[in-house]
Structure formats: structure tokens, C-alpha cells
């Protein structure tokens, strides 16, 4: 049974860091492309930021340069490093792992943190 756990949401102020984190189990992670989405209050879950297997990543626009994704395949955990948070950024996030990268049509999803940016 796959399972996404993610943790390291929480407050903070706009100009503030989080590091969010997924630990996974149940599924051979090293083959796995993960992924973080986001969902705020109203509107659809969007992408955030992905990283393929062998480390090739992709990021949303308006995260580039300030959000940064990881991973560490001895732990099957994946991180999301965001920095000069914006009130924007509030939102659900979730974590997701995809063997084909292609989201969201077989992905595994993770329950959800919650990240809340006061300006």
C-alpha cells in the first residue's frame, strides 16, 4: 500500500522559509518522479514543482528561484525548500509520486500540509 506523508507546513510571515517534507513508502521511490501541488481556498490544485527519477526538475513560474525541490532516495522522502514566502503561496500542499510523470492520472497523493503566509 503506497503512502505519502507530508509535514513541515505551517505560519509564517511573507518574506519567511518552510521546508516541507514527504516521506513515502510502499512503492520502489527511486523509480518514482515526485511532485508538489498546491491547492488555496477556491481554486483548482496547481503544480508547483516536480523531480524526475534522475533528478531532472520543473517548477511553476512564479516559484522559480525561490522554491527548491529535493530528494533523498536513502530516506524515500522528498522536500520542498520554499523561500521569500509570498501571501500567494497559502495554500494546501500536496505531495504526489507518478512512475510516468504524468500527473495527476495515476498518481499517488499524499494528504496535505498547510501553508498560511501573513503579510
Known amino acids: 500500500q503506497v503512502q505519502l506523508v507530508e509535514s513541515g507546513g505551517g505560519l509564517v510571515q511573507a518574506g519567511g522559509s518552510l521546508r516541507l517534507s514527504c516521506a513515502a513508502s510502499?512503492?520502489?521511490?527511486?523509480?518514482?518522479?515526485l511532485a508538489w501541488f498546491r491547492q488555496a481556498p477556491g481554486k483548482a490544485r496547481e503544480f508547483v514543482a516536480d523531480?524526475?527519477?534522475?533528478?531532472?526538475?520543473g517548477y511553476l513560474d512564479s516559484v522559480k528561484g525561490r522554491f527548491t525541490i529535493s530528494r533523498d532516495n536513502a530516506k524515500s522522502t522528498t522536500y520542498l525548500r520554499m523561500n521569500n514566502l509570498k501571501p500567494e503561496d497559502t495554500a494546501v500542499y500536496y505531495c504526489?509520486?507518478?512512475?510516468?510523470?504524468?500527473?495527476?492520472?495515476?498518481?499517488?497523493w499524499g494528504q496535505g500540509t498547510q501553508v498560511t503566509v501573513s503579510s
Open positions: 504526489g509520486a507518478d512512475g510516468d510523470r504524468d500527473y495527476p492520472k495515476g498518481t499517488h
Open positions: 510502499g512503492l520502489a521511490f527511486r523509480a518514482y518522479a
Open positions: 523531480i524526475s527519477w534522475n533528478g531532472v526538475t
